[in-house]
């Protein structure tokens, strides 16, 4: 570098002076705390900005997130880890959970992670929450807490040989290979019974062993498709001995020290079936004559932090579950019945605490104040989406009728001018159609159905999303840590796979553009009309980075929002209860707020919640594919219409029209010819004639095969492939062509 364009000499600082202060950051620092720590000012900020181009250039560093930076291979002194592999002389090689998925092996301190009389063995799979210490180019982890399920324990079904043995038959599609109960105790197991097993042996050849270690149920029942995925993934299930004590001795907080909102009409909006209500809403007409057409929201939770205190028992325990987890059949809540179902749930004409945000905005929806209060308050109404949507499209009836003028009216008021605001923003527009599984009284799904979406949806989304920018902007402003939402912008190599596909649907991506949610709409509304629709919807949803909780402000690049935290549902997400205590502290709302160890530990809390909103998400995922399995059990050789979803060198995936359930065909059952997969395509392409089976082709497809007990469905695609062209064979230098990877041939179960 010539010293006329040297950033480091132009900002005043050396080079090593900056590695210091990334590494110091432990990854969390952006460029203004960087600058911070450097007390730099003026055009030296300039530099800096310079200078981190040419570290990360030289591979120095790396971003951590969309803003922050740190020393590449670098990780900080506490963090979530998860067991990956063995080394050969049988020690455990770990790797931080981050969200960029890479980092240096971490091995396991001496001494650790052996399990004792009342925790097992970690093995590979297992996650925990590590203290890490470096020791020349290694590091090393001490076990602070374990996280989740094991992976070498396996949830399986007790299969009798009639010979006289068994055999354990693991329900996870990803799993291979069957089991023998270990020294061949079955520890009671009928046949087709459900059992946790923990791996007994790892040998090189012949049948691993697995000791039963509990027997759950029978794995023909009809709500095993719940059973089957909270074990499968480790969800935490009832509530300890101490949490039912604590519950039990709670007693309801009174009016004392709160702002009075009985006289206000407050009301619920959820669905039909919820249990629970954490949020209430209100709008109304603002009559500051300076805000001429502006608004007046309420938006009030239900204040959990009032019954869970920050380190009891029940705090634990809400922090250990992160979640509430929503099955077909079941919902596990975060926090015992007494308060999710009463105490904390904003009950109709029932007197309940909460914490309120109450929010100007202008006749366009721009916010132009806030205020967060502790309140009384007593829900006017509970009303579903349907009767409030019905209401105001002229068909209401009963309570919702009588509400609609002096309550419902303004609310969609409010929402007129918010939507202006919105479209502004312009958020990320992707339509992901719900499905909704119908239980019957004996557990058996009745019907798989799409879940309407009204305005009434997006009204409460909306006011939901205003009050948590709220939140994340009011604790700001007070220098409060907190726990943002954060959804960083998609990455580059999902990019380039979005930028391969569009052409092949007649759409295009100009590369090398600034990433912005407008860019991601315009592309969808060019397809809006046209035959591939939801195929880019998915495609588009597909190229989009998962949300994370984060104490760094990353923004959120899905809403297109600068500042986010989640606050407005504490009964069933723990996150939102770190915020509410954050507000309560900032704010002197009592002296039930955040403590100095929480703050403290907030990074952690983060981490954690995250993985386990993960876990919840792939239970929920894994029980409705078990239960519509099993509600195309009896129709297995029908015909169903479906469309292509996704293709790998192994097959295709087709999601049925029906029911919505994703179905394999396997690449072996496409016919005689060789199908090789092209990636760059997304298409299954035939080796002799060119013939083409392509991402979003919608076909008719039979049903071959249902498994409940593992989710999958494999099917034969009784449409024919597209015609194309014969391919070339082998391109310049021998190459053969793109995904030439025939991969095996064997029959698959998913």
Known sequence: MSRENDPFRDGGFTREALLEAIRLGEGRFTKREIARSLALRGDAKIALKSAL?????????????????????????????????????????????????????????????????????????????????????????????????????????????????????????????????????????????????????ERAHGLKTGAI?????????????????????????????????????????????????????????????????????????????????????????????????????LDKGARKRGVSVYLPDRVVPMLPERLSNDLCSLREGENRPCLAVRMVFDRNGNKRAHRFLRGWMRSAAKLSYEEAQAAIDGQGTGKAETLKKHVLEPLWGAYAALQKARAVREPLEIDAPERKVRIGEDGSVIAVERRERFDAHKLIEEMMIQANVAAAEALEAARTPLIYRVHDEPGTEKIEALSDFLPTVGLSWARGERLTTKRFNQVLERAKDGPHYETVNEVVLRSQSQAIYDTRNLGHFGLNLEKYAHFTSPIRRYADLTVHRALIH??????????????????????????????????ERDATDRFIAGFLADRVGAEFEGRITGVTRFGAFIRLSETGADALCPVSRLGREYFHHDPSAHALIGENTGATYRLGMNVNVRLSEATPVTGGLLVDILTPPEPGRKPMGRRKGGRPPAGRDRGNKSRRRR
């Open 213 to 313: 270690e509990e027997v759950i149920g029978s794995a023909d029942s009809p709500r095993a498709g719940s059973i089957i995925a909270l074990a499968e993934h480790g969800i935490p299930q009832g509530f300890g001995d101490a949490e039912e004590k604590e519950v039990r001795a709670i007693k309801p907080v009174t009016a004392k020290d709160r702002e009075d909102l009985t006289d206000i009409p407050l009301i619920t909006i959820d669905p039909a079936d919820a249990r629970d209500h954490d949020d209430a809403v209100w709008a109304a007409p603002d009559d500051d004559p300076a805000n001429k057409d502006g608004w007046v929201v309420i938006v009030a939770i239900a204040d959990v932090a009032a019954y869970v205190q920050g380190g009891s028992a």
């Open 586 to 619: 900032a704010f002197k709302l009592g002296r039930d707020g955040t403590t100095d160890e929480e703050r403290a530990g907030l990074q952690v809390i983060a981490e954690e919640t995250t993985s386990n909103e993960r876990r919840a998400m792939a239970a």
């Open 53 to 201: 181009k040419v570290l990360e250039t030289d591979g120095e560093i790396t971003r951590t997130g969309q803003k922050s930076y740190a020393i590449r291979g670098g990780l900080p002194p506490v963090t979530v880890v998860e067991i990956v592999d063995r080394d050969v002389d049988g020690e455990m090689l770990c790797r931080a959970v981050r969200a960029d998925g890479d980092g240096p092996v971490i091995r396991l301190a001496p001494g650790q992670g052996k399990g004792g009389r009342r925790e097992s063995a970690l093995g590979i799979g297992d996650k925990f929450l590590a203290r890490l210490e470096k020791d020349g180019d290694e590091y090393y982890a001490t076990v602070m807490r374990t996280l989740g399920q094991s992976a070498h324990r396996i949830l399986c079904v007790y299969r009798e040989t009639g010979r006289g043995g068994a055999r354990l038959v693991p329900v996870d599609r990803r799993t291979k290979h069957e089991l023998i109960p270990a020294k061949g105790e079955g520890m009671g197991a009928k046949d087709g019974d459900l059992v946790m097993v923990r791996l007994a042996s």
